[in-house]
């Protein structure tokens, strides 16, 4: 069993940053992917940005290349999001998730995790 918890959401003008963290415990698989989605109110949970199993590739959304950076600190168990330059459009619940990918799932799929955090709001004021 994993536990995921998110920290680091916030109200923030827009062109701010944040970064969120998650804490992972229990027994997190070195072959596991770590992920965030977000989730803003009337739209479907989209991925943003994952890091592959061993932490060797990492994957971002057209929405937020160049602007996050998702990054895997194995000694602390942390997953973080550096979200820089922020968008109204970037206002969401974000959840972190971790799990196998399964042949044929993609990261960005949330179907694809099985462990998920309860989520940290971020809004961005214009």
């Known amino acids: 069993q994993v536990q995921l918890v998110e920290s680091g959401g916030g109200s923030v003008q827009a062109r701010g940053s944040l970064r969120l963290s998650c804490a992972a ?29 061993g932490g060797g590739t990492t994957y971002d959304a057209d929405s937020v290349k160049g602007r996050f950076t998702i990054s895997q600190d194995n000694a602390k168990n942390t997953l973080d999001l550096q979200m820089n330059s922020l968008k109204p ?38």
């Open 25 to 53: 415990s229990g027994y997190v698989y070195s072959s596991y992917y770590m992920a965030w989605f977000r989730q803003a109110p009337g739209k479907e949970r989209e991925g943003v940005a994952a890091i592959g199993s």
């Open 89 to 126: 459009e970037d206002s969401a619940m974000y959840y972190c998730a971790a799990g196998l990918i399964g042949y044929g799932s993609r990261w960005y799929e949330p179907s694809a995790f099985g462990y998920w955090g309860q989520g940290t709001q971020v809004t961005v004021s214009s």
